[in-house]
Nanobody, 127 residues
Framework: QLQLVESGGGLVQPGGSLRLSCAAS????????IGWFRQAPGKEREGVSC????????YYADSVKGRFTISRDNAKNTVYLQMNNLKPEDTAVYYC????????????????????WGQGTQVTVSL
């Protein structure tokens, strides 16, 4: 029922940067934990990053630590994923999703309460 729209994907060369946006409508995004997930062809969906409600605690997959940064802009009701030093293995469709609970687990991506999802935005890292 919660409306989320991802944007900011595209084609970028290795080493380049993109900023993905997850914009909410009809509700206050800050009231939810927001996660970024991705799915590449032939692979399972994986958790990329998460920012918890209440605490603001952030989590990152080992594969993106030091390169990606998740943040909130409450005035714009938007969560961002800044992606730097992109690699070909980052190629995937990226989705954002909501979770009503504060997140304290290092395996946050396995939580049972991930609910509403956006439509996804394609990120392609290639020469």
């Amino acid at each position: 029922q919660l409306q989320l729209v991802e944007s900011g994907g595209g084609l970028v060369q290795p080493g380049g940067s993109l900023r993905l946006s997850c914009a909410a409508s009809g509700f206050t995004l800050d009231a939810y934990t927001i996660g970024w997930f991705r799915q590449a062809p032939g692979k399972e969906r994986e958790g990329v990053s998460c920012i918890s409600r209440s605490s603001g605690r952030t989590y990152y997959a080992d594969s993106v630590k030091g390169r990606f940064t998740i943040s909130r802009d409450n005035a714009k009701n938007t969560v961002y994923l800044q992606m730097n030093n992109l690699k070909p293995e980052d190629t995937a469709v990226y989705y954002c999703a909501t979770n009503p609970t504060a997140m304290t687990s290092t395996i946050w991506y396995h939580d049972v309460n991930w609910g509403d999802w956006g439509q996804g935005t394609q990120v392609t890292v290639s020469l």
